[in-house]
């Protein structure tokens, strides 16, 4: 029998021949109050069978707690039974509290070893026991360490004008009462680090503010879990969000136990954001019916971060042009996923887009139409996918458009190959882009049209989209046929690339669009060499140094050093205009 076990029955040996002597017999309720355990909790054990993770400690064990006591080094043990004896017979503390203490301190007590020495383990108890007698320790630090604490987290929390715990009772009060109400007691010291004014409660408050908590209708293990993952629940009143959030849920049919069932020791509970998210649901149509099998469905979109993520995720949509009713449905239809995950599979997936360089528009439509989908598919590099399935961005792009659910077939863990090369045949493309250059004018196997069939290597559907948007910008369509006539590389440039110049020439120089008729190869010239000519023309205009009605050929088609002898020389500050102009961007 070791020394812990030995001090423990000379207690009850005591309690037996003081009741024989006085009393005959008392209460079982009598015999744990004479050996420490004052205050009750449901279910008392002094010992439990579940061997649990010892401390990094190697000199320490927790014999209460299943450890092996053969593997605590004697000087140790030694040590915890004379700490034990001096708490309780000598300082009077509670014997569950001094127990505690004791097994739980491995940092004060190789402090007190090191201080006695520990050379003869076997006279070892004495001598701390001796230390004890002339050295009053302080009593904060062992009992701060055994609800969990490290000593750089207690040392600024330790009492400046005391140093034994009985001298502070509403301390002692307040531990007890958490202690009785079921909280571990490892778990105690992160309360008390976070919210130490729950600790400086008069007698009786705690307590009831407990109470308070069972009178809405929640369980005490409830009640813990959310203290135990914010302590400031215990400061002040009742947080006026969680009695809304626990008002939805009622209304709903939801059990506030409901929260305790479905989240982990990581939870966090932010009541304001919860009941942000309850009302935003409302707000968007979502009945309570609706939005009760949601969240008994997906519990995740209420309780991950606090229903803050699914917060996030609406926002997100909504930024892409989705409606309200889409959401709706979205959370109704949500799949057997995490939010977290979906949510960060729909982002990955619109940076993909993003890469293969579709167009915002199109990616906006893939969003709103196709949320499902990108949430739950877990792509792989955009790299990779590319060398893989050895494609272009610009037919990846197509694929996705024509049908956006091949997309499944590119997550990570799913083996690819190439994709087959196109089944149009080159023949086939010069015939649809030889219809189009004969629907605009081009006569057939003239060597105007042999050469604009050559020069335009891309498809006769991007022809048709480039020569639409410059009739679309104001032109008739019979005078855009003799503009590709004249200049049939115009629709070789991409279409916001047409665009862009278009819209430069019209509305940043005010010039009419009907002026494109004259000179279409405008839209073929570099944009910064434009953008200079025009800028310094419009320049020596504005000082009458040039002819107002030149033609755009004119001021465009010349070269540079021709141009800066013609016309920009016709003023003495010409030539730094002209140098700022061309190194601006």
Known sequence: MNHLQKLRTTYILRWVASNCFQNHIRSSETLFRLIGSFYFVQNPRLYRTKKIVKPDNDAYCDVSSGGDVSKVPLATREAQAALLEYLHSTRNLQFLDAEHMSKNSPYFLEKILNKVGNGNEENIGRAITRFFRYH???E???FF??????????SHLLPRDLIFLNDDDLLLENYHVLCNYGFARKKIGMIYKEATEVFRYDFGVLRSKLQAFEKLGLSQSFVRKVIVRNPKFLVGDVNLEFIKVLEILKSMGIEFSWIGEHSTEQSTFNWRTMFSFLSFCSKIGCSEEQL?????QHPEILLEDSGNMALSLVGFLLKFGTSMNEICLMF???????????FTNLRQCVVFLNEIEMEAKEIGNIVRTHPMLLGTCALKKTSSLLTILKVGRKRLCAIILEDPQEMKKWVMGCRLKPLPRLQLKEEESDTLKAEFLLEVGFEENSKQFETAL???????????????????????????CDMVRVAPLILKQKKQVLKTKIDY?????GYPISSLKPFPQYLMYNMKTVKCRLSMYNWLK????VEPTLALSTIITCSDKLFVTRYVNRHPGGHQVWQSLKNSD
């Not at 504005?542 to 140094?545: A, S």
């Open 505 to 509: 020439f019209v509305n940043d120089f």
């Open 145 to 154: 360490e055994s609800l969990g604490l490290k000593p750089c987290e207690y």
């Open 136 to 138: 009053p320790v302080n």
């Open 140 to 142: 904060f630090e062992p």
């Open 292 to 296: 009760r099998i949601l969240i008994r």
């Open 542 to 545: 504005d000082r009458k140094l």
């Open 332 to 342: 109704q239809q949500f799949p057997q996923i995490k939010l977290g995950e979906f």
């Open 454 to 480: 050559k020069d335009l290597r891309t498809r006769a559907r991007d022809l048709r989209e480039r020569f639409d948007l410059i009739v679309e910008a104001g032109l008739e369509r019979k005078d855009v």
